[in-house]
T-cell receptor, first 111, second 111 residues
Protein backbone atom coordinates (compact mmCIF):
# COMPACT_ATOMS: atom_id res chain seq x y z
CA UNK A 1 0.00 0.00 0.00
CA UNK A 2 1.40 3.38 -1.03
CA UNK A 3 -0.25 5.06 1.88
CA UNK A 4 -2.47 8.09 1.49
CA UNK A 5 -2.14 9.62 -1.96
CA UNK A 6 -3.08 13.13 -3.05
CA UNK A 7 -3.33 14.80 -6.43
CA UNK A 8 -2.17 17.00 -7.88
CA UNK A 9 1.17 17.62 -6.18
CA UNK A 10 1.29 21.28 -7.09
CA UNK A 11 -1.29 23.68 -8.45
CA UNK A 12 -1.25 27.31 -9.50
CA UNK A 13 -4.49 29.24 -9.77
CA UNK A 14 -5.53 32.88 -10.01
CA UNK A 15 -7.84 34.77 -7.70
CA UNK A 16 -11.50 34.00 -8.21
CA UNK A 17 -10.92 30.59 -9.75
CA UNK A 18 -12.10 27.30 -8.32
CA UNK A 19 -9.97 24.29 -7.42
CA UNK A 20 -10.57 20.60 -6.64
CA UNK A 21 -8.07 18.55 -4.69
CA UNK A 22 -8.22 14.77 -4.47
CA UNK A 23 -7.30 12.23 -1.83
CA UNK A 24 -7.21 8.43 -1.78
CA UNK A 25 -7.08 6.91 1.70
CA UNK A 26 -5.24 3.82 2.82
CA UNK A 27 -7.15 0.70 1.83
CA UNK A 28 -9.71 -0.13 4.52
CA UNK A 29 -9.74 3.36 6.03
CA UNK A 30 -13.21 4.88 6.08
CA UNK A 31 -12.39 8.29 7.55
CA UNK A 32 -10.77 11.15 5.66
CA UNK A 33 -9.82 14.51 7.13
CA UNK A 34 -8.57 17.64 5.38
CA UNK A 35 -6.15 20.19 6.81
CA UNK A 36 -4.75 23.48 5.56
CA UNK A 37 -1.15 24.33 6.42
CA UNK A 38 -0.07 27.88 5.79
CA UNK A 39 3.68 28.50 5.70
CA UNK A 40 5.09 28.72 9.21
CA UNK A 41 1.97 27.35 10.88
CA UNK A 42 0.73 23.97 11.98
CA UNK A 43 -2.00 22.18 10.02
CA UNK A 44 -5.49 23.54 10.59
CA UNK A 45 -8.53 21.27 10.46
CA UNK A 46 -11.00 21.86 7.62
CA UNK A 47 -13.27 18.79 7.40
CA UNK A 48 -13.68 15.19 8.47
CA UNK A 49 -15.74 12.64 6.56
CA UNK A 50 -16.60 9.16 7.75
CA UNK A 51 -18.63 6.70 5.70
CA UNK A 52 -19.47 9.52 3.27
CA UNK A 53 -20.97 11.74 5.96
CA UNK A 54 -19.51 14.95 7.33
CA UNK A 55 -18.33 14.36 10.89
CA UNK A 56 -16.70 17.68 11.59
CA UNK A 57 -16.07 21.09 10.11
CA UNK A 58 -13.41 23.61 11.06
CA UNK A 59 -13.62 27.38 11.04
CA UNK A 60 -13.49 27.90 7.28
CA UNK A 61 -15.86 29.87 5.03
CA UNK A 62 -18.53 28.24 2.89
CA UNK A 63 -16.22 28.58 -0.12
CA UNK A 64 -14.66 25.37 1.18
CA UNK A 65 -16.60 22.15 0.62
CA UNK A 66 -15.79 18.47 0.47
CA UNK A 67 -17.30 15.13 -0.22
CA UNK A 68 -16.46 11.48 0.17
CA UNK A 69 -17.21 8.81 -2.40
CA UNK A 70 -18.38 5.19 -1.95
CA UNK A 71 -14.76 4.01 -2.33
CA UNK A 72 -13.86 6.40 0.55
CA UNK A 73 -11.77 8.69 -1.63
CA UNK A 74 -12.45 12.37 -1.10
CA UNK A 75 -12.40 15.72 -2.84
CA UNK A 76 -11.87 19.15 -1.36
CA UNK A 77 -13.30 22.01 -3.38
CA UNK A 78 -12.48 25.67 -2.89
CA UNK A 79 -14.44 28.35 -4.78
CA UNK A 80 -13.61 32.01 -5.42
CA UNK A 81 -9.96 31.58 -4.49
CA UNK A 82 -8.23 34.28 -2.49
CA UNK A 83 -4.52 34.94 -2.14
CA UNK A 84 -4.80 33.76 1.46
CA UNK A 85 -5.87 30.30 0.31
CA UNK A 86 -2.29 29.63 -0.79
CA UNK A 87 -1.16 26.76 1.39
CA UNK A 88 -0.31 23.10 1.62
CA UNK A 89 -3.50 21.04 1.79
CA UNK A 90 -3.11 17.79 3.67
CA UNK A 91 -5.36 14.78 3.63
CA UNK A 92 -5.30 12.20 6.42
CA UNK A 93 -7.04 8.86 6.64
CA UNK A 94 -7.87 6.66 9.58
CA UNK A 95 -9.94 3.62 10.45
CA UNK A 96 -12.22 5.70 12.64
CA UNK A 97 -11.13 7.91 15.52
CA UNK A 98 -7.71 6.36 15.60
CA UNK A 99 -4.26 7.25 14.34
CA UNK A 100 -4.38 9.52 11.31
CA UNK A 101 -2.04 8.84 8.42
CA UNK A 102 -1.14 11.86 6.35
CA UNK A 103 -0.61 12.21 2.65
CA UNK A 104 2.18 14.25 1.05
CA UNK A 105 -0.10 17.21 0.47
CA UNK A 106 -1.06 19.42 -2.45
CA UNK A 107 0.73 22.75 -2.69
CA UNK A 108 -1.75 25.40 -3.89
CA UNK A 109 -0.49 28.78 -5.03
CA UNK A 110 -3.02 31.52 -5.75
CA UNK A 111 -1.75 34.44 -7.82
CA UNK B 1 -12.11 26.15 22.31
CA UNK B 2 -9.02 24.02 22.03
CA UNK B 3 -5.56 25.44 21.59
CA UNK B 4 -2.02 24.07 21.48
CA UNK B 5 1.00 26.25 22.16
CA UNK B 6 4.58 25.44 21.23
CA UNK B 7 6.61 28.42 22.45
CA UNK B 8 9.81 27.66 20.54
CA UNK B 9 10.01 27.96 16.78
CA UNK B 10 13.56 26.65 16.73
CA UNK B 11 15.51 24.55 19.20
CA UNK B 12 19.17 23.89 18.56
CA UNK B 13 21.10 21.31 20.62
CA UNK B 14 24.36 19.45 20.33
CA UNK B 15 24.48 15.74 19.62
CA UNK B 16 24.29 13.81 22.88
CA UNK B 17 22.61 16.64 24.77
CA UNK B 18 19.14 16.26 26.30
CA UNK B 19 16.15 17.53 24.35
CA UNK B 20 12.89 18.96 25.61
CA UNK B 21 10.28 20.30 23.22
CA UNK B 22 7.59 22.19 25.07
CA UNK B 23 3.86 21.86 24.47
CA UNK B 24 1.01 23.40 26.45
CA UNK B 25 -2.65 22.98 25.69
CA UNK B 26 -6.00 24.46 26.49
CA UNK B 27 -9.11 22.27 26.42
CA UNK B 28 -12.07 22.10 28.76
CA UNK B 29 -12.78 18.38 28.39
CA UNK B 30 -10.65 15.24 28.25
CA UNK B 31 -7.91 15.57 25.66
CA UNK B 32 -5.83 13.10 23.77
CA UNK B 33 -2.35 14.43 23.03
CA UNK B 34 0.01 13.52 20.22
CA UNK B 35 3.43 14.39 18.88
CA UNK B 36 3.83 14.35 15.10
CA UNK B 37 7.17 14.63 13.32
CA UNK B 38 8.08 15.69 9.81
CA UNK B 39 11.54 14.80 8.58
CA UNK B 40 12.99 16.65 5.61
CA UNK B 41 11.10 15.85 2.40
CA UNK B 42 8.84 13.35 4.17
CA UNK B 43 5.20 13.44 5.13
CA UNK B 44 3.86 14.19 8.57
CA UNK B 45 3.87 11.06 10.73
CA UNK B 46 2.81 10.14 14.23
CA UNK B 47 5.68 9.91 16.72
CA UNK B 48 3.76 9.05 19.85
CA UNK B 49 0.43 9.47 21.64
CA UNK B 50 -0.06 9.85 25.36
CA UNK B 51 -2.49 6.97 25.78
CA UNK B 52 0.02 4.42 24.51
CA UNK B 53 2.70 5.57 26.99
CA UNK B 54 5.38 4.23 24.65
CA UNK B 55 8.93 5.36 24.04
CA UNK B 56 9.49 5.83 20.32
CA UNK B 57 13.00 6.43 18.98
CA UNK B 58 14.04 7.25 22.54
CA UNK B 59 11.40 9.99 22.89
CA UNK B 60 8.89 10.09 25.72
CA UNK B 61 6.12 12.49 26.66
CA UNK B 62 4.00 12.60 29.79
CA UNK B 63 0.63 14.26 29.97
CA UNK B 64 0.51 16.62 32.95
CA UNK B 65 -3.11 17.64 33.38
CA UNK B 66 -2.31 19.97 36.26
CA UNK B 67 0.10 22.03 34.15
CA UNK B 68 -1.79 21.25 30.91
CA UNK B 69 1.49 20.23 29.31
CA UNK B 70 2.75 17.42 27.11
CA UNK B 71 6.46 18.07 26.71
CA UNK B 72 8.54 15.80 24.47
CA UNK B 73 11.83 14.60 25.90
CA UNK B 74 14.85 12.61 24.85
CA UNK B 75 17.92 12.13 27.04
CA UNK B 76 20.52 12.09 24.25
CA UNK B 77 19.87 13.84 20.93
CA UNK B 78 20.96 12.18 17.70
CA UNK B 79 21.64 13.84 14.37
CA UNK B 80 18.71 11.97 12.81
CA UNK B 81 16.34 13.63 15.27
CA UNK B 82 16.61 16.89 13.32
CA UNK B 83 13.09 17.54 12.08
CA UNK B 84 9.94 19.59 12.57
CA UNK B 85 7.88 18.51 15.57
CA UNK B 86 4.21 19.29 16.05
CA UNK B 87 2.18 18.80 19.20
CA UNK B 88 -1.49 18.06 18.55
CA UNK B 89 -4.67 17.62 20.58
CA UNK B 90 -7.84 15.69 19.90
CA UNK B 91 -10.84 16.39 22.05
CA UNK B 92 -12.42 13.22 23.39
CA UNK B 93 -15.68 15.03 24.12
CA UNK B 94 -17.56 14.97 20.80
CA UNK B 95 -14.52 16.16 18.95
CA UNK B 96 -14.65 13.58 16.18
CA UNK B 97 -11.23 13.09 14.70
CA UNK B 98 -10.29 16.77 14.57
CA UNK B 99 -6.68 17.44 15.47
CA UNK B 100 -5.62 20.86 16.70
CA UNK B 101 -1.93 21.45 16.02
CA UNK B 102 0.59 23.80 17.50
CA UNK B 103 2.79 25.94 15.27
CA UNK B 104 5.64 23.46 15.47
CA UNK B 105 9.23 23.46 16.71
CA UNK B 106 12.16 22.92 14.38
CA UNK B 107 14.73 20.76 16.17
CA UNK B 108 18.27 21.05 14.90
CA UNK B 109 20.86 18.66 16.29
CA UNK B 110 24.38 19.92 15.70
CA UNK B 111 27.51 17.80 15.68
Amino acid sequence: DAGVTQSPTHLIKTRGQQVTLRCSPISGHKSVSWYQQVLGQGPQFIFQYYEKEERGRGNFPDRFSARQFPNYSSELNVNALLLGDSALYLCASSLDSSEQFFGPGTRLTVL
Amino acid sequence: AQRVTQPEKLLSVFKGAPVELKCNYSYSGSPELFWYVQYSRQRLQLLLRHISRESIKGFTADLNKGETSFHLKKPFAQEEDSAMYYCALRGLTGGGNKLTFGTGTQLKVEL
